[in-house]
């Protein structure tokens, strides 16, 4: 039997390489993709997939509860899968207001929407997926195991904070009103259509055109990082297999530091402009092109404030019961990410010029 799923944050960063993967995954559902395009929300993430007609897209705000709950029951919404979220930490610390308005407020509204289609309406089979991140659980000791999923939340800056309120909602509209929700804590993810404010898409593409790589501290801050497509794959499974009002860590199995990871893109961009001479036409800025190593681009920063130094997910109960396991290591994930960046420069170069 064929879903209808309504994807909010269709058009940033993780709920777009979602809506490409489901679409291609499952072809005989229909995708509503629904996201206000505000900072991170780029429409180009889904231009290739727009003629498709099983795919429609939905200009509008989380926080529009009438919008959300008109086009639910008009379409006959079954399936819920919540990315939209603001969610980079230095803008929460600068600007905490907008986190609470779209990660809480967005959140609720989408809830309640929810609630009144689906309980107070047709009472249909259906599923809220709300999609969370490692951040909410605080910070890891060095010899600390990763994060499990009834690990206690303590959550160190206002993006965490806010994403924390919203895991407790979605648990709250289970146990308060029987809305049948499960959820995911992921990793850092990383792929095709990061936004390149973000580490790994702004070491790429400053590299390519010369500028400054930014390494917070000494840059011995741990994160484990995961390939967005096996974080798609991961949130199939639980929408598939998963228990409803059950939460599962998605994690990649893979820690780095900071400076190994900008070392390693480094390494990779290097052997790629040795390997390919039109690479130093294309990017005449970049160091290689004048004979340097992308490695003397790197500059060592203030830390920004309440930096947490590791996440690590235990991503083992989705492993053991739904059957999980991720597709790419970092070392093979930044390789396609590599390849999708240089092929894609039509894309990014407008964003980092913005």
Partial sequence: MANTLLVTGAAG?????????????????????YDALTYAGNRANLASIEANDNFSFVHADICDEDRVTQLMRDEAVDTVVHFAAESHVDR?????????????????????????VWLDGDGKPHRFHHVSTDEVYG?????????????????NSPYSA????????????????????????????????????????????????????????????????????????????VLGKGEVGEC????????????????????????????????RENYPDAPQSRGES?????????????????????ASRIMSELGYAPAETFETG?????????????????LVQA
């Fill in 294 to 314: 992308a490695d003397s681009l790197i500059r060592f920063v203030t830390d920004r404030a309440g930096h947490d130094w590791r996440y690590a997910i235990d």
């Fill in 13 to 33: 960063f993780i709920g777009s390489n979602f809506v490409h993967y489901w679409l291609g995954a499952h072809p005989d559902d229909r995708v509503i993709a």
């Fill in 334 to 350: 930044i390789e396609r990410t590599i390849d999708w960046y240089l092929a894609n420069e039509a894309w990014w170069r407008p």
């Fill in 139 to 155: 910070s890891l000791a060095p010899d600390a195991p990763g994060f499990f999923e009834a690990q206690q939340y303590q959550p």
């Fill in 92 to 116: 929460s610390i600068s600007g905490p207001d907008a986190f609470i308005e779209t990660n809480i407020i967005g959140t609720h509204s989408l809830l309640k929407a929810a609630r009144t």
């Fill in 162 to 237: 806010s994403k924390a309120a919203s895991d407790h909602l979605v648990r709250a509209y289970l146990h308060t009103y029987g809305l049948q929700v499960s959820t995911s804590n992921c990793s850092n993810n990383y792929g095709p259509f990061h936004f390149p404010e973000k580490l790994v898409p702004l070491c790429l593409t400053n590299i390519l055109r010369g500028q400054e790589l930014p390494v917070y501290g000494d840059g011995t801050n741990i994160r484990d990082w995961l390939y967005v497509e096996d974080h798609c794959r991961g949130i199939e499974l």
């Fill in 248 to 279: 599962y860590n998605i994690g990649g199995n893979n820690e780095w530091n900071n400076l190994a990871i900008v070392n390693l893109l480094c390494e990779r961009l290097d052997a790629r402009f040795a390997a390919d001479p039109s690479l």
